[in-house]
């Protein structure tokens, strides 16, 4: 089992993530052979007090980049939408930035 600060990136901060944090959703950038029980257990290890109801994943193909004649992609990525239960404290990260 990998540890928790492995599993759990960053943070993704975009104007649609950030809506979701009044359902209580919040959106990760995880590993990519995380699955999500692995990225339940390391976000309710990582943030105290916290209870996840669902994980949903999804794979992020990464951009086509050009750098003159020359073209290359970026990585791919996973990202991860985890709900926490009604009665689960919030990720105080996320909730100081509204």
Not at 32 to 57: Q, R, S, W
Not at 70 to 76: F, S
Request: glycine letters at 6%; hydrophobic letters at 45%; one cysteine or more.
């Amino acid at each position: 089992m990998k540890a928790a600060q492995d599993i759990i990136l960053k943070p993704v901060i975009t104007e649609a993530s950030m809506s979701g944090i009044a359902d209580r959703k919040y959106t990760f950038k995880v590993a990519k052979d995380a699955n999500k029980i692995e990225i339940a257990a390391a976000v309710e290890a990582l943030f105290a007090g916290t209870k996840v109801a669902k994980v949903n994943t999804m794979n992020c193909k990464g951009k086509a980049k050009r750098m003159g004649a020359h073209q290359g992609y970026r990585p791919d990525w996973k990202k991860a939408i985890v709900t926490l239960t009604a009665d689960s404290k919030g990720i105080e990260f996320f909730e100081s930035m509204m």
